[in-house]
Structures are given as structure tokens and as C-alpha cells.
């Protein structure tokens, strides 16, 4: 059972007067107080919302999604007029979705939120984040996620399976209840977890973290792309603002470890001979003829004249190391990879898998 909460009104200087809990409107006023402050679970631990009523692939809708400052993404369900193993089965379905989701996906979320929220206008889930945690959003995130059942109450069976995947299972789901009091026109709120949550480990996480100098790029095109890429030298990015933006992070002299996209492996290790360019301008020498990089690949790339916002940008390499074919990439347990086109990692997994493809490739 929650911790049972009393509230007392001091009449009189020493007479106390029980402030009895009454009933609230969980359907939809809870919910308008957790989104305006939604401090009021998290505290002492700091989220921020990135989504309401999230439709899902599964036909469900979460109720509030948010992100922590280590960038792991936290489901809040209200219980509602749902039953309780409903509420507890609903909220593992929208974790088994939620886990899937990629960098672009829960940016979207939060862009449609943002425009829905303000007449349509909105910032840049990387921008928000820096806003409202006053750090850089790290490069991975939803690598870790938690879920938060919010109620008045849960029925002691309910509460038995909660504590038995959490506590045997390591399954990160919680329940966070709420009673509400009426004091003639004032009103309070009282907040109890099920288990109370520990913060220590979190904030460790969120701590800056020392970044080996090395850059990652994912070159995740189809195969004569980048084939064309290793021949060349250069790399493209595109398909839409965030993925094109990354690209300006990469400077002349700046070394870039270059990997082929979800299970293909690394391609190879360059450095950084020019910023990027619209593909629309970009030519590569082929014998000493320079072509267009548009008529060196089969692949159809966007240039700005045809789609400004989904154009693809091209950034000048020089190789020095590179695999012999496309089927050879490099790729072992333990390494790092991302959906950023460009990334500063600061992961221990980046420096251990630079190690690595200095020790295969002799660098």
C-alpha cells in the first residue's frame, strides 16, 4: 500500500482540523497539472515533456512521454476509469513501442507537440533539451527507459506485480500516487511512490563526460552510394534539417570514423578535406575529369533546387584507412554506433571501439 497521506488545518493556534481527501477529475485535470509542472513527480530528479497523448502503432495513446537529462525516455499513464491489471498490461505494451523508437522519431513527437501547443511554431528537440536541462543532448538516447503508472490507488494485487518486476526482473515501472484536498477555495495535491525512487546513480549519468577528439559519421546510404563514398572520398548526409546540420560539426583536419549504417559495420577512418556542400555543387575527380557526384551514383540523391528541405549534403574525405568492398565492413560486440550523421560520442563504448579500429587497421 502507498503511504497514506494526512493534511490537518491549525484553527485557533493549536485546534487541528482534518482536511478530508476528495474525489478529482483524473480523466483530464491531472493531467493539465502534470504537463504544466511535471516537477511535481520528477522532483528531485529534473524531466521534461516531449509528448501528450502520443498516438502509438498499437492503436493506444500515452498519456505523457518525457526525457531526462541522460536522455532516457519515461512513459506516464494515468490510471483513469481503466482497471488495474488493464493500466499495468497498457503501460508495458507502450514501453515494448516506445523502446523501438529512434532519435528522428521522438523528435517528431516532440515537434508535433511543440506545434500543437504553440499555434504552430516550435524549437528543435536538441534545443529544448539544452534549454530546459542546461547541457548538450547526448548523442544516444533512449538507450534506457522507465515507466510511471500515475493513480489515487492501485489494488494491493497490482501492486504485488509491480514490485515483483521491479524488484526481480529489474523491469523500471513504478506507481506514483495522488490524493487531492479541498480546503474551501484552496487545493492540494499529495504524492507517494509505491517504491521511492533512487536518483544517485541518475545523476551520475548526467555529468558531462570527456570526449576522445574523435568524430563518428554514419554513412547509412545504399550500397553504390557508398561505394562511390570509399572510391571518391566523401561521405552524404540528408532527408531532412537534423540529419543535414550534424554535418557542419566536421572541419578541415578533423578525423572522422566512418560507419555504413545498422549492421553493415565500418567503413573506414578519413579526415576531413572540406565542409559540407549541397550535392547540387559537389564534384569528385575521376581520372582527372571532374564529374558531378550526382552522375557517379545510381542512387537518387535530392538536391536543394528540387526539395531545400530534404536536400543532400556531401563533406570532402580523404581516406586513410578504408575497407577493400562494401561487404567487408567492420563490426564486433561492444562496439558504438548511432543514427546521427555526425557525433562527438562520450560513451566508453566510443573510445573502446576507436582502440579497436586503430589496432585492425594498424593506426
Same mark, same amino acid.
Given at each position: 500500500?502507498?503511504?497514506?497521506?494526512? =493534511?490537518? +488545518?491549525?484553527?485557533?493556534?493549536?485546534?487541528?482540523? #482534518? *482536511?478530508?481527501?476528495? %474525489?478529482? !477529475?483524473?480523466?483530464?485535470?491531472?493531467?493539465?497539472?502534470?504537463?504544466?509542472?511535471?516537477?511535481?513527480?520528477?522532483?528531485?530528479?529534473?524531466?521534461?515533456? =516531449?509528448? +501528450?497523448?502520443?498516438?502509438?502503432?498499437?492503436?493506444? #495513446? *500515452?498519456?505523457?512521454? %518525457?526525457? !531526462?537529462?541522460?536522455?532516457?525516455?519515461?512513459?506516464?499513464?494515468?490510471?483513469?476509469?481503466?482497471?488495474?491489471?488493464?493500466?499495468?498490461?497498457?503501460?508495458?505494451?507502450?514501453?515494448?513501442?516506445?523502446?523501438?523508437?529512434?532519435?528522428?522519431?521522438?523528435?517528431?513527437?516532440?515537434?508535433?507537440?511543440?506545434?500543437?501547443?504553440?499555434?504552430?511554431?516550435?524549437?528543435?528537440?536538441?534545443?529544448?533539451?539544452?534549454?530546459?536541462?542546461?547541457?548538450?543532448?547526448?548523442?544516444?538516447?533512449?538507450?534506457?527507459?522507465?515507466?510511471?503508472?500515475?493513480?489515487?490507488?492501485?489494488?494491493?494485487?497490482?501492486?504485488?506485480?509491480?514490485?515483483?518486476?521491479?524488484?526481480?526482473?529489474?523491469?523500471?515501472?513504478?506507481?506514483?500516487?495522488?490524493?487531492?484536498?479541498?480546503?474551501?477555495?484552496?487545493?492540494?495535491?499529495?504524492?507517494?511512490?509505491?517504491?521511492?525512487?533512487?536518483?544517485?546513480?541518475?545523476?551520475?549519468?548526467?555529468?558531462?563526460?570527456?570526449?576522445?577528439?574523435?568524430?563518428?559519421?554514419?554513412?547509412?546510404?545504399?550500397?553504390?552510394?557508398?561505394?562511390?563514398?570509399?572510391?571518391?572520398?566523401?561521405?552524404?548526409?540528408?532527408?531532412?534539417?537534423?540529419?543535414?546540420?550534424?554535418?557542419?560539426?566536421?572541419?578541415?583536419?578533423?578525423?572522422?570514423?566512418?560507419?555504413?549504417?545498422?549492421?553493415?559495420?565500418?567503413?573506414?577512418?578519413?579526415?576531413?578535406?572540406?565542409?559540407?556542400?549541397?550535392?547540387?555543387?559537389?564534384?569528385?575527380?575521376?581520372?582527372?575529369?571532374?564529374?558531378?557526384?550526382?552522375?557517379?551514383?545510381?542512387?537518387?540523391?535530392?538536391?536543394?533546387?528540387?526539395?531545400?528541405?530534404?536536400?543532400?549534403?556531401?563533406?570532402?574525405?580523404?581516406?586513410?584507412?578504408?575497407?577493400?568492398?562494401?561487404?567487408?565492413?567492420?563490426?564486433?560486440?561492444?562496439?558504438?554506433?548511432?543514427?546521427?550523421?555526425?557525433?562527438?560520442?562520450?560513451?566508453?563504448?566510443?573510445?573502446?571501439?576507436?582502440?579497436?579500429?586503430?589496432?585492425?587497421?594498424?593506426?
Amino acid at each position: 500500500m502507498p503511504l497514506e497521506t494526512g =493534511i490537518w +488545518r491549525i484553527n485557533d493556534n493549536t485546534k487541528p482540523i #482534518r *482536511i478530508i481527501p476528495t %474525489a478529482m !477529475d483524473f480523466e483530464k485535470r491531472l493531467e493539465d497539472i502534470l504537463e504544466e509542472d511535471i516537477s511535481i513527480i520528477s522532483e528531485p530528479r529534473k524531466w521534461m515533456i =516531449i509528448g +501528450r497523448q502520443v498516438q502509438t502503432a498499437y492503436s493506444g #495513446r *500515452i498519456d505523457l512521454l %518525457a526525457i !531526462d537529462q541522460s536522455g532516457a525516455i519515461i512513459i506516464l499513464e494515468l490510471k483513469k476509469d481503466k482497471s488495474d491489471r488493464e493500466v499495468v498490461s497498457q503501460v508495458l505494451d507502450y514501453a515494448a513501442w516506445v523502446k523501438e523508437l529512434a532519435y528522428e522519431d521522438l523528435a517528431t513527437i516532440f515537434s508535433n507537440y511543440e506545434e500543437q501547443k504553440k499555434n504552430g511554431t516550435s524549437n528543435p528537440l536538441e534545443t529544448a533539451f539544452r534549454d530546459s536541462f542546461g547541457i548538450e543532448i547526448p548523442e544516444e538516447i533512449n538507450t534506457n527507459h522507465e515507466m510511471v503508472i500515475v493513480a489515487s490507488e492501485l489494488h494491493p494485487e497490482s501492486e504485488r506485480v509491480v514490485r515483483y518486476l521491479q524488484k526481480n526482473y529489474g523491469v523500471p515501472v513504478n506507481a506514483v500516487f495522488f490524493s487531492f484536498f479541498k480546503d474551501g477555495d484552496a487545493e492540494y495535491l499529495s504524492r507517494s511512490w509505491l517504491v521511492e525512487p533512487s536518483v544517485g546513480e541518475e545523476l551520475d549519468q548526467v555529468k558531462p563526460k570527456r570526449w576522445n577528439g574523435e568524430y563518428y559519421a554514419s554513412f547509412g546510404y545504399q550500397q553504390d552510394v557508398v561505394e562511390a563514398g570509399m572510391k571518391y572520398g566523401f561521405l552524404v548526409a540528408g532527408g531532412g534539417d537534423w540529419y543535414a546540420r550534424s554535418l557542419d560539426m566536421l572541419n578541415p583536419g578533423d578525423r572522422v570514423w566512418v560507419h555504413m549504417g545498422s549492421g553493415k559495420g565500418f567503413c573506414g577512418v578519413a579526415t576531413v578535406v572540406e565542409p559540407r556542400q549541397p550535392v547540387d555543387d559537389f564534384m569528385v575527380d575521376d581520372n582527372g575529369t571532374q564529374k558531378s557526384v550526382l552522375n557517379v551514383v545510381q542512387t537518387r540523391l535530392l538536391t536543394i533546387r528540387e526539395n531545400p528541405d530534404k536536400a543532400d549534403y556531401a563533406v570532402r574525405l580523404k581516406w586513410i584507412k578504408k575497407i577493400p568492398s562494401y561487404k567487408d565492413g567492420i563490426w564486433e560486440k561492444g562496439f558504438l554506433a548511432n543514427q546521427n550523421s555526425v557525433a562527438r560520442p562520450t560513451s566508453p563504448k566510443w573510445d573502446y571501439t576507436v582502440e579497436r579500429l586503430k589496432t585492425i587497421w594498424g593506426i
